[in-house]
């Protein structure tokens, strides 16, 4: 029943269209002389079809007598003077958004401008709004004068197994090849070095005063400091093997030889035998032996070794681990 409806009606809109169409054709081929007074008394075919269309957004506004800026210059349509209400309560809702701060308290706004001066002739709609953003990228009075108090403490790294990995045999994944010549023989070590260990380098030397300690000889681990520290930026001082006390067959590490202040010193070495002479200001770490590159034992000590920067002494904290 209502599919034979909507057949009826689509027929009868062809033959509308059709009616209309034909009406229009005769009319202009018809326009002669003695049809005229008959044509006269026919609707126009223009009288047919609606206006053009245009858009709302391009009408102009009609033009009221009385008021006296209907014909300003400048002056908004309809549409216009909504889209302007609108940018106006974005911008407002913006600002007013913007002077939260983050613990959702109202942050204070600069003063306003004194009258006559360079600002106050100024639009209402722009306005210096304090922001949360700006406020970032001021630094805090309480930062600063806190990290100027600051003294930096010294961190103490070993190299073999902690920072690096040498071997005399070597592959293409090697970072660096030395040549050590001791008692006129000469040796080849392959240089691997261990993951992170130069964003590590990086952000320890901003919080601390960096040190190498190393159990191993001056002409080889001089030229590994300088493969990770080719611009001499981040590592303050080096100790070798001479500065070393022996120990049953090997190294320990005495902090003394740092500095006499050892509440301002730590150890990061993978050996606990380095630092058994000072056993409350070390930190042990994994050795780095089997080259494995998704190693982060340097990236996991980050976050303990920025606390002990604020302690008044290390090894209230680092003898909690001997406990």
Known sequence: MAANHGRRRSRFSVVYFCAIYLYTLLFDLL??????????????????????YQPISERAPAPDSDSPHALRAGAHT?????????????ASSAASSSTESSHGR?????????????????????????SPASAASTPSRGAGSMSRGLKKKTLVLDLDETLIHSSPQGSYRAHHRIEVVIDKVACLYYVYKRPHVDYFLRKVSEWYTVVVFTASLAE???????????????ISARLF????????SSYAKNLAAVSPDLSQVVLVDNSPLSYFINPTNGIPIQPWVNGDPKDEALLDLLPLLDA??????????LSLRLV
């Open 31 to 52: 326009s002669v002389p003695f049809l005229e007074p008959l044509l006269q008394h026919l609707p126009q075919p223009q009288a047919l079809v609606d206006e053009p």
């Open 78 to 90: 309809p549409v216009q003077q909504v889209r302007h209400r609108r940018r106006r309560r974005r």
């Open 106 to 130: 109202p942050l204070p706004l600069p003063p306003a401008p004194a009258p006559g001066s360079a600002h106050a002739d100024e639009s209402d709609d722009v306005r210096h709004v304090y």
């Open 220 to 234: 080889y681990a001089d030229p590994v400091i300088d493969l990770l520290d080719a611009q001499d930026k981040y």
């Open 241 to 248: 093997r001479e500065s070393c006390v022996p120990y049953d």
């Open 308 to 317: 002990l920067r604020f302690t008044d002494d290390v090894r209230s904290v």
